[in-house]
């Protein structure tokens, strides 16, 4: 008769038990598997961007001689009609000089300068420029004059016989002022200007369209210059009331800069104009030459300035909240990479705009948290670079989530 051999208990529960660790030792690792496990970023895709578009501006040239017209801080917006050949510039002449005396005898804004006596062979050019025609200004015997006040008189007044004092008393003689002009003009590009004397007088002295409006930057950029051209009138002692030859002067925002007027050269204006668009100062600078008197020329001038002025345009780029993306997330949370403020810039004439959008990973996120960038791309403008922001909560999706969507954002 065989014999039963009987087990403990703990023998046989042993098995059990290590399979129900096992099985629990397994569930723990899953749950902090998954509740641990990175998600992958969301996903980011970028929106269309519809571009905003300026036209090319259609400006009121006159029909004769040359002109040229430009917005300085406007990249690309020179503008020109008529011949591009050098003219005849008459006292335009005289803001060459202006700028050539000051580079040799400096003034800061709100400084006299040093004082000029009057000499007998300063005193003669009267008679001599008056025989020619030539406008003129009183220049009693013993005049003594600072230098600010013979620039007044020189450039309002158009004086002929003051310029040629200018010239004499800067350099010594009109032959080392000429030499001291042609260095000048070489130096700041004026390559298509040429200047044989200090007056205007002289048909030689020539420039074209183009030039005149650097030459325009150039005396604008001086403080002195822009503060004498852009004064209508003054007494000046000893030679008396002095009124500006620019009739212009202060209408339609014009600010100065230099008439000029010769039988071989016409009417002729060197002007400068401002203007506020879109909350911004805007210059004008141009050159119209040829006219047949001023009247005439003074109405183009104006036609011309309005149709440039109209053509400043403020183009939005985009508006605050505008969207540029979209994340998504394994567990549908869905929100927008929007500009966090609205941005415009001014610009002068056809414009086109292009938009490239980066947006960052992400995978969770705040409400206005920084996520990319869209940089706007402009016709003859800086590039414009706007923060990209969330628009609304890229939230964690929690721990039930992740344990009943295993390893689904991994």
Known sequence: MSRVVRRPRSAVRRPVTISVV??????????????????????????????PTAT???????????????????????????????????????VVTALVVLD????????????????????????????????????????????????????MKSANNYAGSLAIWAFGSLDAYKTAAASWLHDHGLDDTSIQEPTGLNAANKSTA????DLGQ?????????????????????????????????????????????????????????????GKTVTVIGAMLGGVDHDTLDDDVQRLLHSVADNFHVVTLT?????????????????DAVTKAASEVLVWGKTTVKATTKLDSVTTGT??????????????????????????EIPDPGIWWRWTNPFEGA
């Not at 183009?210 to 409006?213: C, G, I, P, R």
């Not at 996520?371 to 590039?383: K, N």
């Open 210 to 213: 183009t030039d005149l409006v």
């Open 319 to 335: 508006h605050a909240g505008q969207s540029f993306g979209t994340y998504s997330t394994p567990w549908k949370d869905e929100t």
């Open 218 to 278: 150039l005396a604008l950029a001086n403080p002195v210059v822009k503060e004498v051209v852009g004064t209508k009138a003054v007494t000046v002692p000893g030679v008396g009331d002095i009124e500006n030859s620019n009739k212009l002067l202060g209408m339609d925002g014009v600010e100065g800069i230099k008439t000029g007027t010769l039988d071989e050269a016409g009417a002729c204006l060197l002007f400068a104009a401002t203007y506020e668009r879109g």
């Open 22 to 51: 096992a099985v629990l030792i397994l569930a723990i690792a899953y749950l902090v598997a998954a509740a641990v496990v990175p998600f992958s970023p969301a996903s980011a895709t970028t929106t269309s961007y519809a571009a």
């Open 56 to 94: 090319l501006p259609s400006l009121t040239f006159p029909t004769y001689g040359a002109t040229a017209v430009e917005a300085p801080d406007f990249p690309e917006s020179l503008r020109t009609s008529g011949d591009t050949k050098p003219r005849s510039i008459a006292s335009i002449s005289k």
């Open 367 to 392: 409400k206005g948290e920084r996520v990319g960038r869209v940089r706007f791309s402009i016709t003859d403008h800086e590039a414009v670079t706007v923060p990209l922001v969330l628009e609304q």
């Open 104 to 155: 040799a005898k400096p003034l800061a804004q709100g400084q006299a300068g040093p004082t000029i006596d009057f000499t007998s062979e300063m005193e003669g050019l009267y008679a001599k420029y008056l025989a020619v025609d030539g406008e003129v200004a009183p220049m009693p015997s013993g005049l003594r004059l600072s230098e600010y006040q013979t620039l007044q008189v020189m450039l």
